[in-house]
T-cell receptor
Framework: GAGVSQTPSNKVTEKGKYVELRCDPI?????LYWYRQSLGQGPEFLIYFQGTGAADDSGLPNDRFFAVRPEGSVSTLKIQRTERGDSAVYLC???????????FGQGTRLTVV | DAKTTQPTSMDCAEGRAANLPCNHSTISGNEYVYWYRQIHSQGPQYIIH???NNETNEMASLIITEDRKSSTLILPHATLRDTAVYYCIVRVAWANFGNEKLTFGTGTRLTIIP
């Protein structure tokens, strides 16, 4: 597709479970970002990839959160031992150095019950 | 990145110009002003950006004061589809995009009234 694709669009999980959220960036985009957005707040930066490597993971809240991008395209955000406070919309964005904007996906709404 | 201050909410009549202010009094010389918007249940969408000159594109105009401490995003003929949260963000020069995340505040919730 032409845009950033995130799957699933909605995920409900039980407290303590493990979840994976997937992001398919726009083809050819080398930069990939994960953000988290709680209700009524702006998106909060989690991690940034340039190619396969995490160039900035300063926004990951703790070691339960981890993200990979093994082939420099698709990325997976992994959350271990989920907590109710992890409930939020997780947004992915991709970009290119010669393009002036970041393109966001529709997000995955994660609900931990 | 410099902190920005925006009104929490604004209303605008359909067909009128919507003027959204942003204060960024601590902006540095190499920081640009970016605007994104987020329509309900969607990801943020880029609108426009500028350094010190006024900018215009097919979506909006950006007016930056001479001292660069504030700016205004103008939607010239607002439609109902412009109802969204608008974020004003300042960040370093584009050449560093590869290493610079966007830092969002809480934005301005713009409601277009029929």
């Amino acid at each position: 597709g032409a845009g950033v694709s995130q799957t699933p669009s909605n995920k409900v999980t039980e407290k303590g479970k493990y979840v994976e959220l997937r992001c398919d960036p726009i083809s050819g985009h080398t930069a990939l970002y994960w953000y988290r957005q709680s209700l009524g707040q702006g998106p909060e930066f989690l991690i940034y990839f340039q190619g396969t490597g995490a160039a900035d993971d300063s926004g990951l809240p703790n070691d339960r959160f981890f993200a990979v991008r093994p082939e420099g395209s698709v990325s997976t955000l992994k959350i271990q031992r989920t907590e109710r406070g992890d409930s939020a919309v997780y947004l992915c964005a991709s970009g290119r150095l010669d393009v002036t904007e970041a393109f966001f996906g529709q997000g995955t709404r994660l609900t931990v019950v | 990145d410099a902190k920005t201050t925006q009104p929490t909410s604004m209303d605008c009549a359909e067909g009128r110009a919507a003027n959204l202010p942003c204060n960024h009094s601590t902006i540095s010389g190499n920081e640009y002003v970016y605007w994104y918007r987020q329509i309900h249940s969607q990801g943020p969408q880029y609108i426009i950006h500028g350094l010190k000159n006024n900018e215009t594109n097919e979506m909006a105009s950006l007016i930056i004061t001479e001292d660069r401490k504030s700016s205004t995003l103008i939607l010239p003929h607002a439609t109902l589809r412009d109802t969204a949260v608008y974020y004003c963000i300042v960040r370093v020069a584009w050449a560093n995009f590869g290493n610079e995340k966007l830092t969002f505040g809480t934005g301005t919730r713009l409601t277009i009234i029929p």
